[in-house]
Nanobody
Framework: QVQLVESGGGSVQAGGSLRLSCAVS????????MGWYRQAPGKQREWVAQ???????NYADSVKGRFTISRDNAKNTVQLQMNSLKPEDTAVYYC???????????????WGHGTQVTVST
C-alpha cells in the first residue's frame, strides 16, 4: 500500500520561491530512487529532478542552479526547493518513487496525485 502525497504548491510571482514536499508511506523509503516530474497544460510530462537512496542528485537542464532536491529518510519525505521561479515553471508537479524488488529484479514506479505550481509575471 504505497502512497505518495505532495504538498507545498501555490501561486508566486516570478523570481519567488516555493518548497514542495512529498510524504511516502508503505515502502522502505531509504533505498528507493525518488524524483519530481511536472506537466504543464498541453505539454507532455517531463522529468525535473532525481535523488538516489545514497543522496546523489540529477536535474533537468531547465532547472539546474535553481531547484534543489533533497530527502529525509528518517521522515520518509522528499523535497524540491524551487528558487528564481519563472512563468515557464508553471505546472502540476508530481512526486515519483522507483522501487526495484531485489528478489525478482522488477522495477515499479509509484506516483502522487500532484500539486499545482503557478508562477505569474
Amino acid at each position: 500500500q504505497v502512497q505518495l502525497v505532495e504538498s507545498g504548491g501555490g501561486s508566486v510571482q516570478a523570481g519567488g520561491s516555493l518548497r514542495l514536499s512529498c510524504a511516502v508511506s508503505g515502502s522502505i523509503f531509504r533505498i528507493n530512487v525518488m524524483g519530481w516530474y511536472r506537466q504543464a497544460p498541453g505539454k507532455q510530462r517531463e522529468w525535473v529532478a532525481q535523488i538516489t537512496g545514497g543522496g546523489s542528485t540529477n536535474y533537468a537542464d531547465s532547472v539546474k542552479g535553481r531547484f534543489t532536491i533533497s530527502r529525509d529518510n528518517a521522515k520518509n519525505t522528499v523535497q524540491l526547493q524551487m528558487n528564481s521561479l519563472k512563468p515557464e515553471d508553471t505546472a502540476v508537479y508530481y512526486c515519483q518513487m522507483k522501487r526495484v524488488v531485489a528478489s525478482t529484479g522488477d522495477s515499479y514506479n509509484y506516483w502522487g496525485h500532484g500539486t499545482q505550481v503557478t508562477v505569474s509575471t
